[in-house]
């Protein structure tokens, strides 16, 4: 079983930047692609960043390109989500999740492992 933990989620004032990490443990030799995802509340939840095991393909939602950037370290088994230029919209429940899968994936039904979360709300 692989666990993965979210940490760095907080209250931040709009323009404001926040870097999000999730940590995994357990059986982290059979991660490969891991992802970002969000839930706002009442809405579905919805893809935020993918990176491949080697971060050579990444993947990001429209709504945040350019602003958010997801990276990896690879030997700490950590993902990293950078956010930068908040917005109130990106108040969401924040889940980093993984999957034994090559390639990098937009979809939360390819993803075998879940975090708990971590709250990021963005003050206007």
């Known amino acids: 079983q692989v666990q993965l933990v979210e940490s760095g989620g907080r209250l931040v004032q709009a323009g404001g930047s926040l870097r999000l990490s999730c940590s995994a443990s357990?059986?982290?030799?059979?991660?490969?692609?891991m992802g970002w995802f969000r839930q706002a509340p009442g809405k579905v939840r919805e893809f935020v960043a993918a990176s491949s095991w080697n971060g050579d393909t990444i993947y990001y939602a429209d709504s945040v390109k350019g602003r958010f950037t997801i990276s990896r370290d690879i030997y700490e088994n950590t993902v990293y989500l950078q956010m930068n230029t908040l917005k109130p919209e990106d108040t969401a429940v924040y889940y980093c999740?993984?999957?034994?899968?090559?390639?990098?994936?937009?979809?939360?039904?390819?993803?075998?492992?879940w975090g708990q979360g971590t709250q990021v709300t963005v003050s206007s």
């Open positions: 357990g059986r982290t030799g059979s991660i490969y692609a």
């Open positions: 999740a993984a999957t034994p899968r090559y390639g990098a994936y937009v979809t939360a039904r390819e993803y075998n492992y």
